[in-house]
């Protein structure tokens, strides 16, 4: 069955990078949209950065210029690097399947189980 689980979370200082991947399972990578959106403590979800039908990415304005989407098909994987990271960026980061459209709006088809990202000096 189709699988995602999200690793590499943690707490980071503003202004650091961190680099979030999502392991996909039960299903080929290179075939489907795929991206991440998150989730502040008691804010609606917010769709982040994704894959499109053209392999084009895309970006939330709050995050664009400092955060980037990548694949690799070869290890079913793709990630997100976060960089010059900001107390708002604090959430709980959700990597979906799903279009591209879909995920931009905080929704997935598919979703891990989420990882913890907080920015605090």
């Known amino acids: 069955q189709v699988q995602l689980v999200e690793s590499g979370g943690g707490l980071v200082q503003p202004g650091e990078s961190l680099r979030l991947s999502c392991k996909a399972s039960?299903?080929?990578?290179?075939?489907?949209?795929v991206g991440w959106f998150r989730q502040a403590p008691g804010k609606e979800r917010e769709g982040v950065a994704c894959?499109?039908?053209?392999?084009?990415?895309q970006y939330s304005a709050s995050v664009k210029g400092r955060f980037t989407i990548t694949r690799d098909n070869a290890k079913n994987t793709f990630y997100l690097r976060m960089n010059k990271m900001k107390p708002e960026d604090t959430a709980v980061y959700y990597c979906?399947?799903?279009?591209?459209?879909?995920?931009?709006?905080?929704?997935?088809?598919?979703w891990g189980q989420g990882t913890q990202v907080t920015v605090s000096s």
């Open positions: 979906a399947r799903a279009p591209c459209s879909r995920v931009l709006a905080g929704r997935g088809d598919y």
């Open positions: 894959f499109d039908t053209a392999d084009n990415t």
């Open positions: 039960g299903f080929y990578l290179q075939y489907y949209t």
